[in-house]
């Protein structure tokens, strides 16, 4: 079981940045895989970007690259999302999930844990 706490999440103006963080107590934190998602109203659940669990490898939705950047910290079991230049279109609740390691990204089913989310809200 890895119990995850998601944090950093305001209301900003466009063109601000913010960092997410997500943070759990469990030692086995650094053998997961780390996710980011988001979920807009009355939308669906959408990837943003993920981690490996060696910190080495990351992966980035198309509307998020090159504004977003995933890192982790395994001394703090803890998992950043570093978000610059954000746009209204990133309104959402933002959750990190853990996946095991020989799962593909990206794909929600292969996260095993969630968080309970953070909001960001972009307005204009």
């Known amino acids: 079981q890895v119990h995850l706490v998601e944090s950093g999440g305001r209301s900003v103006q466009a063109g601000a940045s913010l960092r997410l963080s997500c943070t759990s107590a469990?030692?086995?934190?650094?053998?997961?895989?780390m996710g980011w998602f988001r979920q807009a109203p009355g939308k669906e659940r959408e990837f943003v970007s993920d981690i490996s669990e060696d910190g080495i490898t990351t992966d980035y939705a198309r509307s998020v690259m090159g504004r977003f950047t995933i890192s982790r910290d395994s001394a703090k079991n803890t998992v950043y999302l570093q978000m610059n230049n954000l746009v209204p279109e990133d309104t959402a609740t933002y959750y990190c999930?853990?996946?095991?390691?020989?799962?593909?990204?990206?794909?929600?089913?292969?996260?095993?844990?969630w968080g309970q989310g953070t909001q960001v809200t972009v307005s204009s």
């Open positions: 999930a853990a996946r095991p390691s020989e799962k593909t990204t990206a794909r929600a089913d292969s996260y095993m844990y």
């Open positions: 469990e030692r086995s934190f650094r053998y997961f895989g």
